[in-house]
């Protein structure tokens, strides 16, 4: 596995791990780091999934946008579904906040690597 892979996976976990942070700080919840593991299970389960139909699929790791969409997907249905089934919460607005945040942290860094990306191979063009 390449470097840019492991760090492209690393980061996925960290920002999946930081919307339960984020999440969890809102509410005022406590005992934090097994709160934020707690949350964050079913949407590093889902981030997994995506990880792997993508990569099994593609046979290249969801490492731009359009291949970390189906991670974003995957982490938000798995997700909800796996907090469904062990009696979580699932509220709309939820689903809602969830969908966004993880969208923007999933696709969000994968939109600037590709834009870093582009403006190095302009640069090194000229």
């Known amino acids: 596995m390449s470097r840019r892979v492991v760090t492209a996976l690393v980061l996925d976990v960290l920002l ?16 934090v780091v097994l709160g934020v593991l707690g949350t964050a299970w079913p949407f590093l389960v889902g981030t997994a999934v995506g990880w792997a139909v993508v990569t099994l ?9 359009g ?4 991670v974003w997907v995957c982490a938000v249905a798995v997700g909800m579904l796996l907090r469904r089934l062990v009696g979580d919460g699932t509220a709309l607005s939820f689903v809602i906040v969830a969908t966004i945040v993880l969208g923007v942290f999933l696709l969000g860094w994968r939109a600037l690597d590709t834009l870093r990306r582009s403006r190095q191979d302009r640069a090194t063009a000229s």
């Open 67 to 70: 291949r970390g969409i189906p």
């Open 57 to 65: 699929t593609g046979r290249r790791p969801p490492l731009d946008v």
């Open 16 to 31: 999946v791990l930081l919307f339960a942070a984020i999440g969890r700080a809102s509410h005022d919840e406590g005992n």
